[in-house]
């Protein structure tokens, strides 16, 4: 069993998913993982790969989120490490998996960050090109932006990684900002 790669997390997301909304979130989720795996001084290839995968089996099981993940990963050969941080991430809402490491703690985090971060870039000309925590923070606030996104999940991560919420917010949108194209987040034509 070898580490997780972005080659074979790509081969197996493509295997349960379909939708185009999935794969920009993978993708966005990943990006931000391989920003705080740089933080942590630990292998961003591995980590972005573990933030690709993490909803393997959302498009099939949205309502049994992460319950068709373990086997089926450990039967494609992931590696455990990659496993139990999928698992963590849905903590409390889907799984009883609670975030131990650093990698586990950052997926839990971002997760929900990345989409508020990507919410927050579309309302903006120069989407994530010029976007700053800043802006994100104050749509944060207003419970009303984005409403399906759990800050209560995002401020239960940044206590655990023992972060302050605009670091790993900075962390995230440079980490989203080298996808911003693939993301469809880029500045847009006047």
Known sequence: MSQLTMERAR????????????????????AAMGAMARHFGQDPAYWEAVGYLHDYDYER?????????EQPLRDAGVDETAI????????????????????????????????LIAATARMRPGGLSDLEASSVKKKFKDKRFAAK??????????????????????????????????????????
């Open 84 to 115: 139990q941080a999928i698992l963590a991430h849905g903590w409390g809402l889907c799984s009883d998996v609670q975030p131990e490491s650093e990698l586990e703690k950052s997926l839990f985090t971002v997760d929900e960050l990345t989409g």
């Open 11 to 30: 081969e197996l997301l493509a295997a349960t998913t379909t939708e185009s909304h999935l794969f920009e979130h993978a993708i966005g989720v990943s």
């Open 149 to 190: 996104i759990d800050r209560a999940v995002i401020t239960q991560g940044c206590q655990m990684l023992g972060m302050d919420l605009g670091d790993v917010i900075t962390l995230c949108i440079e980490g989203m900002r080298a996808h911003m194209d693939e993301l469809g987040l880029g500045p847009r034509e006047g």
């Open 61 to 69: 099981f949205p309502e049994e989120h992460l319950r068709h993940t």
